[in-house]
């Protein structure tokens, strides 16, 4: 098993055609849109690959993004996309991803980490908690909406304590 940290444009050909396949295979709404898989939603700063031989069975989107939480601007990193083929599901991949995906965002000293979860606990054993802000966001059809985000979650990657204010995404959710 070979863990990969690419930035999309440098995934190729090969490796692009084999991630819009499993990500394709679990969301296939994705792909009926036209375009870029990842340029659809927002271009994510580094993606993270689990590959056996040249089959890639567990993929995760890395997104760095300026936010506004309270009166505060703050760089935190969301994560999306998180996948793993069904036949490797259970044994701790999603995990590997993301711890992954953590070092990187403390190594840029990111405090946090968001995502939006439709199973949250799998994202427990990682460090994230449910969160109770408020989230603004700019939604599919380019409404700008604020409600508390079914699933949104965050972990803590450093000293600093999540804050319960609005947050703002000043984007999309990914
Ligand atoms: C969600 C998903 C990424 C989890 O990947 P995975 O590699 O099977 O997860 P892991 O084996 O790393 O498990 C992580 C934790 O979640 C738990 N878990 C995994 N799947 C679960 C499920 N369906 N329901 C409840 N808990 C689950 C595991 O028991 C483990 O718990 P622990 O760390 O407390 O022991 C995978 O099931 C998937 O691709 N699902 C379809 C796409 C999807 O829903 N993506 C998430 C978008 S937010």
């Not at 969301?78 to 190594?107: F, K, N, T």
Request: charged residues 25%; neutral net charge; hydrophobic residues 40%.
């Amino acid at each position: 098993m070979e863990l990969l940290e690419l930035v999309p444009d440098d995934l190729g050909d090969d490796l692009a055609r084999r991630v819009r396949k499993l990500v394709h295979s679990t969301w296939p709404e994705d792909a009926a849109k036209e375009g870029d898989y990842y340029r659809n939603l927002a271009t994510p700063t580094a993606v993270v690959i689990l590959r056996e031989a040249s089959e890639v069975f567990a993929h995760l989107a890395i997104y760095e993004r300026e936010v506004g939480v309270g009166s505060e601007t703050l760089e935190i990193g969301m994560l999306g996309g998180i996948v793993v083929a069904p036949e490797q599901r259970r044994r701790g991949h999603s995990r590997v991803l993301i711890r992954h995906a953590h070092a990187r965002l403390q190594g840029r000293c990111i405090p946090f980490s968001i995502l939006f979860a439709y199973e949250p606990k799998v994202y427990a054993s990682s460090g994230y908690k449910l969160m109770q802000n408020a989230t603004r966001f700019i939604d599919a059809d380019g409404s700008l909406k604020t409600f508390v985000y079914r699933g949104s979650m965050y972990a803590e990657l450093s000293e600093r304590r999540w804050l319960n204010q609005l947050l703002d995404l000043r984007g999309g959710t990914v």
